[in-house]
């Protein structure tokens, strides 16, 4: 039986890059045992134990599990809240078992997921050893306001929002606290909430959310120990937002550079999701001002949080449905590597997406750490793209090895 596993190849631990380095994993555990470069720490030799199993490579690159921030499991085909909301929670639920076994294969261990019809389920099964896929940092479902984006207006009230299963739809700060409430009962471990829609006719933003609603639920989520993500499209809603106290700004489009000091001065995490918006049919070309939004997120928002120091994380908004399959959501930290370089980028789908997500033992390679890891062939502080599943040898997961061949 394998009690042991050693890694050996240049090693990002999270922060900074080891050469040639060794990890080596307690599989029983399914900890970190020893971190370091060749020959420096006490299991430093390779297969030193004859119960342990040896990964290496000259040209093989060891990371922590990948981390991403923002991600749905809808299991839809075709795309829009009418597939989504009207396609059965038990079918969504089984299509997502292979949305997340292709994750967990791509490097994936750990993802957040911000509404998604029995997300804490799917969690639940996840950690019971039911199916394979990723850790699921789940919301249980997303908090909306009635008449909002998930909330479909051709359907009548009560139908619409109880198809749209992935979010709760509170109206007035009791009601968004009860909806706090309920996610705390689910087993949700942080909230979403929407402080803006999309957009409407002509191009305007559509605002969600009073500022006493969003206090609430802010307030509420934090006494039961709960980190909020904000939908956010335009400075109005992003600065609700940040008054309100939320821990992370999703998409943020629109940003400025007052609202960008603003994250920087307390600490709010930015998950811009850029992804997303290459994907989805629909978020140009239909009117001239979403156009001119989308275009300017995929530009410059990230350019001005980098030069305020804004957080950055990882986070794709892939949903699993014709349009945004999962699988490639390392795609992503591809596109944030354009404005950040890719070891910034790979610290924002590692530590500090661990940060992000509250998650004090994984997204680094430390010695009592769970051992989350990913072993991919070339360099990704050289070409991110060594980040691509064909480039992933194996993943470890509490100490499991996955190979991507399996």
Partial sequence: ?????????????????????????????????????????????????????????KDYTILPGL?????HFFGARGEGILSWATTPDILAALRSV??????????????RELGTKGGTALARAVDEGAFEGPRIISCSRALAQSGGDDDPPT????????????????????????????????????VKLYASGGFAQGGKVR???????????????HRSGLKVAAHAYGEEALTNSIEAGVDSIEHGLGIT??????????????????????????????????????????????????????????????????AR???RNYEEIVAEAKFLGNKEALV??????????????????????????????????ENINSLAPENVVCVVKGGHVYSAKD
């Avoid at 292979?98 to 993802?111: E, H, N, P, Q, Y």
């Avoid at 605002?207 to 989520?221: G, N, S």
């Avoid at 997500?357 to 990913?374: M, P």
């Fill in 207 to 221: 605002l969600q959310f009073t500022q006493e609603e969003l206090a609430a639920i802010v307030d509420e989520a």
């Fill in 155 to 190: 359907l009548p009230v009560e139908i619409g929002q109880k198809l749209a299963s992935y979010s709760y739809f509170c109206d007035g700060p009791w009601e968004c606290r009860r909806a706090v409430r309920l996610v705390v009962r689910d087993g949700g471990r942080c």
């Fill in 348 to 381: 924002a789908a590692t530590s500090r997406a661990a940060e992000c997500l509250d998650l004090q033992n994984v997204g680094r390679i430390r010695k009592g750490n769970v051992a989350d890891l990913v072993v991919v062939r070339g360099n990704p502080i």
């Fill in 67 to 71: 981390i991403d921030a923002h991600v």
């Fill in 257 to 322: 550079q007052r609202v960008a000091r603003k994250m920087k001065e307390r600490g709010i995490f930015y998950v811009p999701t850029l992804v997303t918006y290459t994907k989805v049919k629909g978020y140009s070309n239909d009117n001239k001002a979403r156009e001119e939004m989308v275009k300017r997120h995929l530009t410059e928002d990230l350019e001005i949080t980098k030069r305020y120091g804004v957080k950055v994380v990882m986070g794709s908004d892939i949903v699993g449905d014709d």
């Fill in 98 to 111: 292979s949305d997340l076994r292709r994750l967990l294969l791509a490097g994936f261990t750990t993802v």
């Fill in 1 to 57: 039986m394998m009690k042991g596993l050693s890694l050996g190849g240049r090693v990002f631990d999270g922060e900074g890059l080891i050469e040639d380095g060794v990890v080596s994993v307690d599989t029983q555990h399914g900890l970190i045992s020893d971190f370091g470069e060749r020959g420096e720490i006490e299991e430093g030799d390779l297969g030193r134990s004859r119960n342990s199993k040896v990964i290496q490579g």
């Fill in 325 to 327: 399959p999962h699988g």
